[in-house]
Antibody
Framework: EVQLVQSGAEVKKPGESLRISCQGS????????ITWVRQMPGRGLEWMGT????????TYSPSFQGHVTISADKSISTAYLQWSSLKASDTAMYYC?????????????WGQGTTVTVSS | DIQMTQSPSSVSASAGDRVTITCRAS??????LAWYQQKPGKAPKLLIY???SLQSGVPSRFSGSGSGTDFTLSISSLQPEDFATYYC?????????FGQGTKLEIQ
């Protein structure tokens, strides 16, 4: 079964750093972009940025550029989302999701989500 | 960024009803549009891509149409499991923005 499995829930303090992960299985990881999507409590979906694991090219929404970093290690079929200095406003659910690199057939396989709570 | 505007923000309907949700892009996105369904506490699920192509495994009561700036998602005969929030997303240019969502509630 094709899956994206995300790392577990995190509770952090403002100013701390964090990296969450998303591991793909049962498909050829480099053939699909990985996108990160934020959902704040009770709110809608926000497209944060995406990475092509085949060459590590990434692009970000201006709303998130400079605040998060997206990376990937194709050798272990894993993508990452990281913060160097968390804010309380980063409290949200974060989903990773794949989409085919060669043609956009939509984002068809979603991770289960990682809850990040930032509180002093 | 391309802005995506859905209407209505919420709609009440009964099982068996037909429901239509609209999505408008702030500029021409051709047919680069997808629709997702999200139930509480769950990850979103892809329903439609390329404006009108049904994702494998999605019931045929779901359909999508439109091109350019105006799009619709229709559900022909609502089932109890269809009550959820629906999002459109453009894939014409980065960032691939979402609409604000439409909550479909039981009347």
């Amino acid at each position: 079964e094709v899956q994206l499995v995300q790392s577990g829930a995190e509770v952090k303090k403002p100013g701390e750093s964090l990296r969450i992960s998303c591991q793909g299985s049962a498909y050829f990881f480099p053939n699909y972009w990985i996108t990160w999507v934020r959902q704040m409590p009770g709110r809608g979906l926000e497209w944060m940025g995406t990475i092509d694991p085949s060459d590590a090219y990434s692009t970000y929404s201006p709303s998130f550029q400079g605040h998060v970093t997206i990376s990937a290690d194709k050798s272990i079929s894993t993508a990452y989302l990281q913060w160097s200095s968390l804010k309380a406003s980063d409290t949200a659910m974060y989903y990773c999701v794949r989409s085919m690199a060669t043609y956009y057939y939509g984002m068809d396989v979603w991770g289960q989500g990682t809850t990040v709570t930032v509180s002093s | 960024d391309i802005q995506m505007t859905q209407s209505p923000s919420s709609v009440s309907a009964s099982a068996g009803d037909r429901v239509t949700i609209t999505c408008r892009a702030s500029q021409d996105i051709s047919s680069w549009l997808a629709w997702y369904q999200q139930k509480p506490g769950k990850a979103p699920k892809l329903l439609i891509y390329a404006a009108s192509s049904l994702q494998s495994g999605v019931p045929s009561r779901f359909s999508g149409s439109g091109s350019g700036t105006d799009f619709t998602l229709s559900i022909s005969s609502l089932q109890p499991e269809d009550f959820a929030t629906y999002y459109c997303q453009q894939a014409n240019s980065f960032p691939y923005t979402f609409g604000q969502g439409t909550k479909l509630e039981i009347q």
